[in-house]
Structure formats: C-alpha cells, structure tokens
C-alpha cells in the first residue's frame, strides 16, 4: 500500500488540478486497484487502516456534475382564467399605488401652496378689465382634494377593467396562435 499512495495523492492532486482527461485516469486507476486481492494489502502494512472505497466513476458521470443541467420547454397553452386572476391582482396593486403617489403628490404640492397661487393665476387671467368673472369659472374647484382624487378614482378602476379584459383576451389570442404555430420555446437551466 506504501508504493501505491504516493501515486494515488499525486493522481488525487491531478484529478483536483484540472477537470477532464485527469478524472479519467483517476477512475481507471481506482479500478485498477480494486483487482488486487484483499489479502495482499493487508499483508503489505502492519498497520491496516480500513477506508471506503470510493465507487468506480465514468466519464460520463463526472462530466456531468460539472455541467449545469438544462430543460427545454414549450408553453403550449395559457389558461385565461388565471391570466384574468393574476391580472386583476396586479392591476389592483397598481391602482393602489397610483392613488397613494397622487394623494402624496396632490398633498405636497398643496402643502407648497402651488394650487393656491395657480388658482390666483388663473382668477387674475380672468377678470381682464372690468374686475368681473366674465366667463363664470371657479379655479379653486378644479384643484380640490375631491376632485383630484375623484378623478384618479375613476382612471384607475377603468384602467383594472381595461387591464384585466385585454390581458384576459390576450390570454385567448395566445392560445389560438400557439395552436397553429406551436408555442414559445423556453429554455431552462438549473442555478448553480
């Protein structure tokens, strides 16, 4: 056994050096010393140290942990109901967050005094010459909380519908097509 270690860690040392040629040798020569006798090595040291042995590699399966494994996959069909959950569920989400940023907006701004002095503006355009709101206009109305608010109300549940139904159409129209040309080709590989 002491003629063949030094032999063993020198290929060991290879084998951890550089992947590939020197695996293969590795392999071979575990196999090559798992032929002698079980009495011989025994009688080679008075010491006997019992070791597992590793199990017989190919080449093949070394080379396959190196390499990251890979599925190639095609996306066939979409089932509209889930895209009309999922979409109805982001799209909720966004008007949530639109109506926070206008309301935070709408209050920083007003907090600035912005709306005061453009409704001032405005009232100043208006009365011209003779002092009189000639057309009948009421600035200070258009820039309340109410209104602002209101507004983004109405525009974000039309865009929820809007989003829903063309994701949920979106959905149909994918099916049709995949049918005929036969999906997406996705490719997926494994972290590592």
Known sequence: ???NQ?????????AAGVAGDSDVE?????AADSTEPAGEKEAEGT???TEAEPAPTTPGAVKATLASRKAHLTVSRVEPWSVMKFSFVVSLVCFIILFVAVAVIYATLSML????ELTNMINALLEGDGGDDELGLNPAAWFSPGRVLGYTGVIGALNVVLITALSTVGAM??????????GVDVTLSEAE
């Open 26 to 30: 590795t392999a071979d020569s575990t």
């Open 47 to 49: 010491d006997t140290v």
């Open 113 to 116: 005094g912005v709306f005061d």
């Open 1 to 3: 056994m002491s003629e």
């Open 6 to 14: 030094p032999n063993a860690s020198s290929k060991d040392s290879d």
């Open 173 to 182: 129209v994918y099916n049709l097509v995949s049918d005929l040309v036969g």
